[in-house]
């Protein structure tokens, strides 16, 4: 059986920017290429190969450097830094790893790389091998960053913007490399260097789903040969064709027992809970993770909280007694698919909105940078599946506008539509991830045409 796969199904490389936002789509991605018999690799770097000894995914691990073998970004002087060792080191090891499978007659039929990583596709053609550029954001971000790249968005921006296939946005709806113009710059030439050679891949997939961004969708793809393969949620919360597939597999962050936030959530009533959590890469400084500890007490709502308990006031933790739960790491995914929740108080990460989407949630959106606020204008203004929380003129979100959106999606008319709307978009996504699905047709397509090709 194993080797009639290996000699039909079309083995491609699968290669993540090394953070856990986009670990977690890309080998996602790899589970559901194994289970319509394709045949993933998902390449870390060495460091996170070592430090993570990867065993519980059911996708073989391949390795390339990033340069900084032994500490990985942290060992590196900054992005810039790690970007061109990352390129140096990574395009000549991925080549090593392409020569290593031919001399065992395992030719690879594709590279899909995170856009980060232009240089994979350089690489990839290089051996005559196929490109598909994976995007972890959502369309309507990369369609603005395009924008961007090409020069037809002018920066700064300082009114309002009128895009094919956007809604209008206002400044303050851009990501923000864009609106807060010259804040990392680093970072945004990243984003922008995404396009640099984009149009030589043979595939451009994003993490959405098609009913979800249709518009942008439809517009970016007279562009690029766009696929959209999301939500890339495990398959136990959409269509649960995916055997084995609860979790993400690969975490970065040491994680606690799920157990005693289950069980704290089960004693809750249907809808009650507020979850608030800010990804894996946000930190609030210190002012505004006390507003919005007042503001979550203040809403008189029970909450459960990813945050470091001891950054918290000592009279803010006894005033919250009996009300709150704060763990360092939450499941999230149990978290928002348990009954309790009503509402995700968020920072409004692709990956966090995705999978509030796919199970129904909705949110209230802090977004902090990049992408997220972007994200937040979606959610409030275009799906209608939550509020974006405002900052005051001082750059802080304070306790009363904290206490004022929760309220507005636990309760009242605009709470209920918004309710409506976050299952609507739950049940579009599960259909997208289903069979015959636009996501599943996607990937099917894509893996048919590699098979052809070979």
Request: with cysteine; aromatic share 12%.
């Amino acid at each position: 059986m194993e080797r009639e796969r290996k000699s039909t199904g079309a083995h491609i490389l699968v290669i993540p920017y090394p953070s856990q936002g986009h670990l977690n789509p890309m080998l996602q991605f790899c589970k559901r290429l194994l289970s319509k018999g394709a045949r993933p690799t998902i390449v870390l770097t060495n460091f996170l190969s070592k430090s993570l000894r990867p065993q519980s995914t059911s996708i073989p691990v391949a390795t390339i450097s990033d340069g900084f073998d032994d500490g990985g970004y942290t060992q590196s002087a900054g992005i810039d830094d790690y970007l061109t060792q990352m390129r140096r080191a990574g395009s000549r090891t991925l080549a090593d790893l392409i020569r290593s499978f031919r001399k065992s007659a395992d030719r690879v039929d594709c590279i899909v790389y995170d856009a980060f990583l232009t240089w994979a596709l350089d690489v990839a053609r290089e051996f005559g091998v196929k490109g598909a550029a994976f995007f972890t954001h959502a369309c309507a971000v990369n369609y603005v960053y395009y924008y961007a790249a090409r020069g037809v968005l002018r920066l700064p921006v300082e009114a309002a913007v009128e895009l094919p296939g956007l809604p209008p946005l206002d400044p303050p709806d851009f990501p923000s490399f864009i609106y807060v113009h010259g804040s990392y710059p680093a970072y945004f030439k990243m984003v922008l260097n995404e396009f640099s050679n984009l149009d030589g891949a043979d595939f451009v997939l994003v993490n959405t789903f098609y009913e979800l961004e249709k518009e942008v969708v439809d517009s970016m793809s007279k562009v690029f040969p766009v696929l959209t393969i999301g939500p890339t949620v495990p398959s136990f919360y959409l269509d649960k064709r995916v055997a084995n597939d609860k979790n993400y597999d690969i975490n970065l962050f040491r994680s606690e027992p799920s157990t005693p936030i289950t069980n704290w959530l089960n004693t809750k009533p249907q809808g009650s809970v507020v979850y608030a959590a800010f990804g894996s890469m946000a930190t609030l400084p210190q002012e505004q993770l006390e507003e919005l500890a007042w503001g979550l007490l203040n809403t008189n709502f029970d909450f459960l909280w990813a945050v470091r308990e001891e950054k918290l006031p000592a009279d803010f933790l006894s005033a919250s007694a009996g009300k709150a739960m704060f763990v360092r790491w939450s499941p999230q995914l149990e978290v928002l698919s348990n009954k309790a929740v009503g509402c995700f108080f968020s920072h409004g990460g692709w990956n966090s909105t995705t999978e509030a989407l796919s199970l129904g949630v909705p949110m209230a959106v802090m977004p902090q940078w990049t992408d997220q606020t972007t994200d937040a204008k979606f959610v409030q203004d275009v799906w209608g599946v939550g509020v974006r929380v405002r900052a005051g003129g001082d750059g802080l979100v304070r306790r009363e506008e904290i206490e004022r959106c929760v309220r507005e999606v636990m309760e009242g008319g605009r709470g209920r539509e918004m309710k409506r709307n976050a299952g609507k978009w739950s049940d579009l996504a599960k259909v997208a991830m289903g069979e015959g699905g636009t996501s599943d047709v996607n990937i099917d397509a894509f893996i048919s045409k590699l098979i052809t090709s070979s």
